[in-house]
């Protein structure tokens, strides 16, 4: 199962992909919103870890990108839930499986990963 990890902290990217690989997921990385969009076309991502604030595209333009056969999107965020997808209106919203505050603990990250896997909403 590979997971997409866009975030533009490459500290946080690598440590991400760490934990990810770690448990036994392929990792695939995005520095931007336009390196997400790209790697979700290669119909090769079944999970998208995605921060909301990046250069060039950010999180909010891929959630608007994404239509048809999508990728569960697990929405990172360092700001408080009331300025993330929250309040982005029903259309982004609708499209996110859950949000997770930064930082984020790993146990939980793998948790909402794995629950998106298998389609289970969280709780």
Do not use: W
């Amino acid at each position: 199962m590979a997971v997409l990890v866009a975030d533009d902290y490459g500290p946080l990217r690598v440590t991400m992909r760490d934990l990810l690989e770690n448990a036994g997921y392929e990792v695939i990385e995005a520095k931007d919103g336009a390196e997400a969009l790209k790697a979700i076309a290669g119909d090769n991502v079944d999970v998208l870890l995605l921060d909301l604030k990046m250069p060039v595209c950010d999180g909010y333009d891929v959630l608007r990108a994404l239509v048809g056969r999508r990728p569960p999107v697990i929405v990172l965020s360092a700001f408080e839930q009331q300025h993330s997808t929250a309040n982005a209106g029903d259309e982004l919203a609708s499209r996110v499986f859950a949000r997770l505050r930064k930082p984020v603990f790993p146990a939980l990250l793998l948790d909402t990963v794995r629950d998106a896997l298998e389609g289970n909403p969280p709780a």
